[in-house]
């Protein structure tokens, strides 16, 4: 490339290691640099702030050696800063300077030279910047500008060179995608908003969607470590170096957002979205963006991005699984109740039975007893929804299902679990008693997951009590509101308590005192408790026998 | 002329109760229902029942309970036991303890009234002095 060997060249020719060169094209920048009056160069104008921007926004970069690339502090690679507008690589303090140099050029002769001092630049002091036009008359807009200065020797500089060193192993070495942009053309972009009155950037963007489409374009992302570039499925660094519309891809609105966000001033901007990868995956990630206050470098805006895509599915597997678990436990529940269940229907059968029965013998008389007939098939069918109705609460149970929260009330909850163990708890002659509160207020939950709760503290109580003597098998369950937000019920026994070593882990999974328990009903009842926002505690009461106490929260009032 | 026999049916479920009623009442059988054993032993006086239908699920005192409760106060009283369970252990000592019959539920109204005939002849109602 003929240019490279310029530039090459001009290095070798001046001899100075430290000189940084750019190769600048200034042919779309003619109309903005040229005097259209030849008035005494000395008494070129001051720039107008809008005009410097112009001209330097028209002026591109063609080529620049690393030495530039160091002391200018770019990120990104040579080829990358090709085409780039001069405007928004080179510092603040010395544009204007820079904007006078290439007019003076552009308005001497072809072999002008122009020198200008700028000061301090980077670690160098005296910095001189040197600038003239290309020898060769078939690049009349090629513009060569070379630095010139000496180190500061100042340790401070040497301690900030070494302190970037470490900023940027930092940021390769975080753990975290981490992309660092470049946000000054934007900042400049707000500030002209700002002077032309515009304060409510929201309304504006809304007005005028382009603006965010243009802030974005000229946002640059300048450096992205490893863990970036494998959340964006990229080849390697280079593809995510560049504008940074693609961070936005995934979630139409983000870009808008972070716009307003930096336009406000907002220090801090967090966001949880979807990126759409280069090789084409939709990820959910958390965005946390840093954004600069005054007096801070605008070049260095830190986007970080946490992936919860892994998270999240492992979540929703969890909660599969959990699904799953808490069928098998019902369903383990269930076959313990098993000869209460069959109890349960058979009863409403036997009634329909031998009401169906009476009816033939009432028919069967000479003179049909009608009414008697209606009234006893009138009780078959209710019977029958009753049998019905039995198994459907059975289906219910056993039904693998997402839980569903409605309004419940509390008492209903646990007489309609009662129904389950009525007849279990007969058997082994527990007595078992309910204290309704009154005037519970709802609660919002899932009605089979809450039975499931109160049978499983029930069958546990049941079975704790086997070695207790049968006229004293006891069980006693009262609601009533607790405090404004919550509604309680305890269910006591009058077994042998629970050792008071055992009490922390009762809830624990597979932690069973009994022969052939599984030990998962407590667990799943603290599963179920702690996802409806409550709490369940064990302890022993001090006439004996162990007290369970559930508490819900009540639902808010909708 | 001894009174027409009464039976008394206990059962904790309404449904079954009032069936069982109507079931002896088509068959010319007088009878009074309750829920629970301590509602009938309200009742109870010796020689007014000719026959007791108990279901042995019974909330407070259970049906077994009742069975050895009448046992010693009226050994002479049939007692008939209905029980949804089928479990040959709790039929056995139903049966030991002195039951004219065991049936499990569904009952069998044929069966039924073959026990309610036996009840009848093997203890017949007290005549009235």
Known sequence: MSNDADLFELSAHRRLARDACWQLDVSGAHALLQRSDQSDPAALP???????????????????????????????????????????????????????????????????????????????????????RAADPRCPDIVFVRLSGTLNPSSALLELEASQDRYRNMISSLPLPLLQVDARAAARMFERLR?????????????HPELVEIACDIVLVTDANNEAVALFGAKDRTELIGPIPFVFAGTPGS??????????????????FQILTLDGRMLDVSLLMTFPVSGERHDTILMMMVDHTARLQAEAKLRQVENDFHRAARLSTLG????????????????ILTNAETSQRWLARDEPNLPKVQQLTERISASARRASDIIGRIQDAARKREPVRTRLDLNEVVRQALLFVRHDSQDKSVKMTLTPGEDLPPILGDRVQL??????????????????ERDHREICMVTAVDGPDMVELTVRDT???????????????????????????????????????????????????????????????? | MSPAPLFAIVDDDE???????????????????????????????????????????????NGQQLQQHIRLVDPRLPVIVISAQSDPAIRARAL??????????????????????????????????
């Open chain 1, 46 to 132: 001051e720039w107008r702030q809008d005009q410097l921007d112009r001209a330097l926004a028209a002026v591109r970069v063609r080529d620049v050696n690393e030495e530039a690339i160091r002391l200018f502090g770019l990120t990104g690679d040579r080829e990358r800063l090709t085409a780039r507008p001069i405007s928004i690589l080179w510092p603040e303090q010395s544009r204007s300077v820079l904007a006078d140099l290439l007019r003076a050029l552009a308005n001497g002769g072809p072999d002008a030279v122009e020198t200008r001092e700028i000061g301090v630049l980077g670690p160098l002091v005296d910095v001189v910047m040197t600038g003239w």
């Open chain 1, 195 to 207: 002077a032309n009155g515009i304060t409510d950037i929201a309304a504006y963007t809304r007005d």
């Open chain 1, 255 to 272: 870009a808008r957002r972070v716009t307003i966000a930096h336009f406000q001033g907002i220090r801090n901007y967090v966001e949880d």
């Open chain 1, 336 to 351: 313990e109740l098993t000869a209460s269940i069959a109890h349960e229907v058979r009863q409403p059968l036997s009634a």
């Open chain 1, 451 to 468: 039975q499931q709760v109160v049978v499983n503290l029930l069958v546990n109580a049941m079975q704790a009590m086997r070695e207790t």
């Open chain 1, 495 to 558: 077994g042998p308590g629970v050792p008071p070593a055992d009490l922390d882990r009762v809830f624990e999974g597979f932690f069973s005192t009994k022969e052939g328990g599984m030990g998962i009903g407590l667990a799943i009842c603290q599963s179920i408790v702690t996802s409806h926002g409550g709490r369940i505690t064990a302890a022993n009461h001090p006439d004996g026998g162990a007290i369970f106490r559930v508490t819900i929260p009540v639902a808010t009032k909708a």
């Open chain 2, 15 to 61: 449904a079954l109760r009032q069936a069982l009623a109507e079931l002896l009442e088509v068959s010319g059988f007088d009878c009074m229902t309750f829920a629970d054993a301590d509602a009938f032993l309200a009742d109870y006086a010796p020689g007014r029942f000719s026959g007791l239908v108990t279901d042995l699920n019974l909330p407070g005192m």
């Open chain 2, 96 to 129: 030991a303890s002195g039951a004219l019959a065991y049936l499990t539920k569904p009952i069998n109204d044929q069966v039924l009234f073959r026990h309610l005939d036996a009840a009848l002849s093997r203890f017949p109602p007290p005549t009235a002095d």
